[in-house]
């Protein structure tokens, strides 16, 4: 079984920073992309905000381009957003993602969720 666990959520004021960690453990043999998706109230969907290629290729979504950066780190299995100069409508649960092969065909490659943390930009 593999688990994606969050940590970093919680409240903070316009301007604030934030960072969201998120470490994949259980039976892995590789990790490949890893990103970070969001889910505003109201809202039934969640938007892609960043994600992140083994070799460190990154992509984000407009609205976060130049107060967000994603990291990762291999060896660890971990993934990182740093969230800068927050805004309120960037309040939202924020869900990790990973595309994980567990085994050694390239069968065993599936897509895996974390259980979301919350992030509120509030004065």
């Known amino acids: 079984q593999v688990q994606l666990v969050e940590s970093g959520g919680g409240l903070v004021r316009p301007g604030g920073s934030l960072r969201l960690s998120c470490a994949a453990s259980?039976?892995?043999?590789?990790?490949?992309?890893m990103g970070w998706y969001r889910q505003a109230p109201g809202n039934l969907r969640s938007d892609m905000v960043a994600s992140i290629t083994p070799s460190g290729l990154t992509t984000y979504a407009d609205s976060v381009k130049g107060r967000f950066t994603i990291s990762r780190d291999n060896a660890k299995n971990t993934v990182y957003l740093q969230m800068n100069s927050l805004k309120p409508e960037d309040t939202a649960v924020y869900y990790c993602?990973?595309?994980?092969?567990?085994?050694?065909?390239?069968?065993?490659?599936?897509?895996?969720w974390g259980q979301g943390t919350q992030v509120t930009v509030s004065s």
């Open positions: 259980g039976t892995i043999f590789s990790v490949y992309a």
């Open positions: 993602n990973a595309d994980i092969q567990t085994g050694e065909s390239s069968w065993s490659t599936n897509e895996y």
